[in-house]
Each structure stands twice: as structure tokens, then as C-alpha cells.
């Protein structure tokens, strides 16, 4: 039997196109001790991973050309040489895009079908959904009342901000891309307000929509949305880093108003992190969203392309926001 | 006997000027129950009172042209209708500039003319001197062997930053607008390097002074300084927003380099913050200052201007960076 993988073929200069990817056959690979043989179920793609296509460092090591890229999946074990699976079971960790990788045991965690469908381990109960719960109450420690703004709303990580936002007692605004997409956070999760960045004034809009100012920014998108919510801070507020998406396909530097001055004037925190930063507190994390899964409190929205071969279109698309919720590929 | 005062006669754009200012004549004010007479010694000139001469909210509330200016001073009093204090005590406070002023006893605080000079209340032991102690140690949280970065280093809050981040067993990095403010750095207050931000290359005379990258940048400037800064941050590094004096004369918005992709890559915290947030917690900062001041480990600059009528000159002074530590005018 044959594999199948997807490499890095050449740096993007811009937005990734069909060129930056190389398909390749290859032989299946043969477990050793310890590690496992996986047939790839669902494969996540995520903005950050434009990030590592840099040759300069980023969150993680850069992808060198020729490498097989590596994101979050879930796969089944086909074969076991390792006593913590067996054939059968439904795993996740961070794989090569390939039909089959084989893996160390130690660096996979295995999943019950039964509890939450297998892909929420890549949304909502994975890293998109503690990097919602530990960015959002950690830095953001937003209080009953309190007026929380979130950009890329409609995204993994944004749906699940918004919906914490409501559960704590806050107002919630989402600022997406689409009056689509800005319908489902307000007719299905319960977001106050919502902006069509794509659509006129968007300083008005957003001065409409907090009529308190804002108290809490969770910042996914960066650029000419996050100037918009600048004026509008109150004393004390906190903004939250987690992503830049809007930037990450800029050939030169982004160049705007610098928010330092608001931040001075409003005695205001800007706190950028990555998920790594709370490993040792997942547990807890991924605890408190699956009650709140369990008890109908918090929704999810996924969108799932079928067919390995799309993967890299899957993940071009969410530079235009083509995504409602978390993109996976069904392979 | 007449008394003198300085108005704020027009809403400067751009660099405040002579006509910024207007001088009157006045009948000498009376004391009521619980005030005193003051005959002003010294007035502080601070930076942040180009914030008060914009029309917007700023840290406080905005002058209106006819008021008269404002900020820290240390006075005499010469006539006492309060029980706390009695002619010849010296005391501190916010006052008009005017050569005399009636204050509410419950606004002012005697001074021991005996523990430091007097002139101290309004540098290292008063507002600068608390700035630089709660914006390094509480946002900046400096460890053994990091590196902090101090802009404005030469000013009444950068020279108390640099002494407490080598009191903190820091490397300081100070940056400064003259080759003599650099000196006074290195052989007086034994910074460990310097930059003279008018001379070449900041960028690269940043990364030679940082061989380690930086991990606590105090920022009294903004602007260009501090986008030389951005890309040397390690991961987890602390900005402290105190002050953004470079900008405070633009008459349009500040454009340039955005710092969020920066703190995003590096899980770092930018923190603005005013002052009157620790206020519950002076008399820490003062205790703690005032002890190594007695102990001979943390020194003081001041530069003194003589006459009521220079006042001006020396507020305007400021953003020229003609001042070595503390800018005080002697009445």
C-alpha cells in the first residue's frame, strides 16, 4: 500500500497558493517500539501555520522547505507496538498531513467517540477552545457587565470567546466578515451585537455597538479592525493578542496607528500569548469547556471540507474567511 | 501685595509656545477655615501636562484656556487657618502657578526639610521617583541577570528606573538624547550601556547593547525608539507604557510600525499605567525610596531654572530634552 503527503514546496511570498504545496507518494511507514501506525481521520488547519511558512522564528520552529507539514489531527490506530493502544482506538496530537504517519505513543492522546464527537478535539475541546477559555479568563478577566469585543468572531476560537463572554455576564460584540456569519453569533449563540467589517464605518459601527466602551478586546484579526476599537477602551482595559490573522499574509511590515497612547491613557493592558504558555493547566481547561458542551451551554460550528487533496485549499480558505467555526478536513 | 499667576491662554498646536501662556497680575488671595496661604518655592514641570492642554480626555481632565496651569509644587506657608499646619511649614501639593496660593489643608503634606531637600517631593521621592518604582517593579517585574531598556533614561523617571534595575541586578540599557546625558548614565549612575538616539543607527546600537534581547522595556517616549526595541523582545517580555513624550506635540495621529505581531510571537505584555493607580500604595514606594536614598544607593539630577516668569521656558523645555533629571523652577 501506498502514503501519500503534503510538503512545504516553496516559501509563499504573500497569500499561499497551489505552488506552495507539493503532493508526493511515498511507502507506508513501519512502526517501531513504541510508536503506533495511524490511518489520518481529520485534519486541522489553522492560521498560525502560516506563521512557521517564515523563514524567520515565530511561535514554533519555521517549516524548512521539503518538510511534510504538521498540524493538529485525528487518526486511528491501524497497527500498535505500544502497550497504551490498540488497533481501533481514535487518537490525536499533532501529525504530518499524510493518509498514514506513524507516531511515538508518548506524543498522542487517545479520544472517546463516545463522550464528544471525535472532532471537537480539534475545536472546541482542543487548542482553538483553550486558547478561547484560558486567553479570554486568564488575561482578559472580564466581570459581570463588562463589554467584551472579539474580532474573527465567527472563527474556532472566536465562537467559543463569544459564547464564554455571555456565560460570564458580558455583553458581547463579534466583529466577522460576512451578515451571514454575524447571524449565527447573534441568532445562535447569543452575541448582543455584531459588525460586518466588510460593510461601511466600521469605528461607527463599533461605537454603536458599545455604547459602555469596551472593556475587554479579544484580538484575532489585528490591522484596521483593532484601530476601530483603540478610542473606545475604558480605563483599565485588557487586550487580548492571539492572533493577527489579517497581517500573516503581508509581504512588509504593518504600519498604522501604534496604540501606545491608548494604552497610556487608559491605563490599559496588551498581552499577547500562545496556548503553550497554559500547557500545564489543560486539564483544567478542557474539564471546564466539555461541562459547559455537556450541559448545552456552549455551541460549536465546524466546517469540514472532504478530501485530503483539499487540504491546502482548506487552508488558503481561511485567510479569506471562508470558515465558519473550525476548519477541518475530512480525509 | 499682588500676586502673579500664568494662565493657559490658547490650545497649542503642535509645540507649545510663549503664546501658549499668559501672565496676570491678581490681589493676593485670602485663607478661609481650613486653608493656608502659600508662597510658592518651586514648581514641577512635567510632560504630562501637554496631555491636560489637549481639548480630549487624556489622564485628567483637560485645561480650559483662562485656567491657570497647574502641577506639583512646594510651598511655604506664610498665614494658616487649618490646625495642621502652621507659618514656616513647608509643604507639597497640587498648586496653580502663581507666586501665591490658598490651598485646603487636606490637600497638601509637610515635608521635613531635615530628611532631603525639599525639591526631592517632586523628583526621586514624589511622583517621578513612584513611577519609576511601581512601573519597574510591579509591571516590569524585573529578574536577576535580564536585561531592561529604559527610554528617556535621563529624565526624573528614567535615571530612577536604571538605578532600580541595577538595584534589581539587571543589565540597563539606557537610551538618551546627548552624548553628556549618556555619560552622566554610565559613570554616575553605572548603567550598563547607552544610546544617543540622534546619532545613527538605533536599531543596531539597540541589538549590540542587548546581546541577550530584552526583557523589560520602560517607555517614556514612544514612536521610533520604541519600534527599534519590538523586534529584540524575548519571549515573556514586559513594556511599561509611562509616558509617550515624543508624540505629545503631533498634531496627527502617531503612524508606524504596529507592536501587537510582536507581542504576539512573543507572549509579551505592554502595560499602560498613570501613577494614581498604586496610590494606596505610596507610602510603600516612598519607604522604600527614601531608604535607599539615605543609603547612598540610589542618587538624584535635578535641573533647576531661577524665576516665577521661566516657567514656561522650562515646560516647553522638556520636549527638547534640555533637562537632566528633574526639570524644577525656583520661584
Same mark, same amino acid.
Request: proline share 6%; glycine share 12%.
Given at each position: 500500500?501506498?502514503n501519500?503527503?503534503?510538503r512545504?514546496?516553496?516559501r509563499p511570498a504573500?497569500m499561499?497558493s ?6 508526493v ?19 486541522s488547519v489553522d492560521p ?10 515565530s511561535?514554533?520552529a519555521?517549516f524548512?522547505v521539503?518538510?511534510?507539514?504538521s498540524?493538529?489531527?485525528v ?5 500498535s507496538r505500544?502497550?497504551?493502544f490498540q488497533?481501533?482506538?481514535?487518537v490525536?496530537?499533532?501529525?504530518g ?15 472517546d ?6 472532532t471537537t478535539?480539534?475545536?472546541v475541546?482542543?487548542m482553538?477552545?483553550l ?7 486568564d ?15 465567527a472563527?474556532?476560537v472566536?465562537t467559543?470567546?463569544?459564547q464564554i463572554?455571555?456565560?460570564k455576564g458580558?455583553r458581547a460584540v463579534?466583529i ?6 454575524n447571524?449565527?453569533?447573534?441568532q445562535e449563540l447569543?452575541?448582543?451585537?455584531t459588525i460586518n467589517?466588510?460593510?461601511?464605518d ?7 455597538a458599545?455604547?459602555?466602551g ?7 484579526v ?5 484601530d476601530?476599537v483603540m478610542?473606545?477602551l ?8 492571539? =492572533?493577527?490573522?489579517s ?8 504600519i498604522g496607528?501604534?496604540?501606545?497612547p ?5 491605563s490599559a493592558?496588551?498581552? =499577547? ?6 500547557a500545564s493547566?489543560f486539564?483544567?481547561?478542557?474539564t471546564q469547556?466539555a461541562?459547559?458542551? =455537556?450541559?448545552?451551554?456552549?455551541k460549536?460550528?465546524e466546517?469540514i471540507?472532504?478530501g485530503f487533496?483539499?487540504t ?6 481561511l485567510f479569506?474567511?471562508?470558515n465558519l ?7
Amino acid at each position: 500500500m501506498q502514503n501519500k503527503e503534503i510538503r512545504f514546496a516553496s516559501r509563499p511570498a504573500g497569500m499561499p497558493s497551489a505552488e506552495t504545496f507539493q503532493f508526493v507518494e511515498t511507502d507506508l511507514p513501519q512502526p517501531g517500539d513504541g510508536e503506533v501506525l495511524l490511518r489520518t481521520l481529520y485534519i486541522s488547519v489553522d492560521p498560525y501555520l502560516r506563521g512557521r511558512m517564515r523563514p524567520g522564528r515565530s511561535y514554533v520552529a519555521p517549516f524548512e522547505v521539503g518538510d511534510v507539514i504538521s498540524s493538529g489531527a485525528v487518526a486511528e490506530v491501524v497497527e500498535s507496538r505500544a502497550p497504551q493502544f490498540q488497533k481501533g482506538d481514535v487518537v490525536t496530537g499533532m501529525m504530518g498531513w499524510r493518509l498514514f504517519n506513524v507516531a511515538k505513543a508518548s506524543e498522542l492522546r487517545k479520544i472517546d467517540p463516545q463522550l464528544a464527537p471525535v472532532t471537537t478535539s480539534l475545536g472546541v475541546l482542543g487548542m482553538p477552545g483553550l486558547t478561547a477559555y484560558f486567553g479570554l479568563l486568564d488575561i482578559g478577566a472580564p466581570k459581570e457587565g463588562e463589554t467584551v469585543v472579539v474580532s474573527g468572531a465567527a472563527g474556532a476560537v472566536g465562537t467559543t470567546v463569544c459564547q464564554i463572554a455571555k456565560l460570564k455576564g458580558c455583553r458581547a460584540v463579534g466583529i466577522a466578515g460576512s451578515d451571514e456569519k454575524n447571524r449565527y453569533l447573534e441568532q445562535e449563540l447569543g452575541v448582543d451585537a455584531t459588525i460586518n467589517y466588510k460593510n461601511g464605518d466600521v469605528a461607527q459601527a463599533l461605537k454603536d455597538a458599545c455604547p459602555k466602551g469596551v472593556d475587554v478586546y479579544f484580538d484575532n484579526v489585528g490591522g484596521e479592525v483593532s484601530d476601530a476599537v483603540m478610542p473606545l477602551l475604558n480605563h483599565g482595559a485588557r487586550l487580548i493578542i492571539c =492572533g493577527q490573522i489579517s497581517l500573516y499574509n503581508l509581504d512588509k511590515q504593518d504600519i498604522g496607528p501604534r496604540p501606545q497612547p491608548y494604552l497610556l491613557v487608559n491605563s490599559a493592558l496588551m498581552q =499577547g500569548f500562545i496556548i503553550s504558555d497554559y500547557a500545564s493547566r489543560f486539564p483544567e481547561g478542557v474539564t471546564q469547556l466539555a461541562g459547559w458542551l =455537556g450541559a448545552g451551554k456552549l455551541k460549536y460550528a465546524e466546517t469540514i471540507v472532504e478530501g485530503f487533496e483539499n487540504t491546502p485549499q482548506a487552508f488558503i480558505g481561511l485567510f479569506s474567511g471562508e470558515n465558519l467555526g473550525k476548519q477541518i478536513v475530512k480525509v
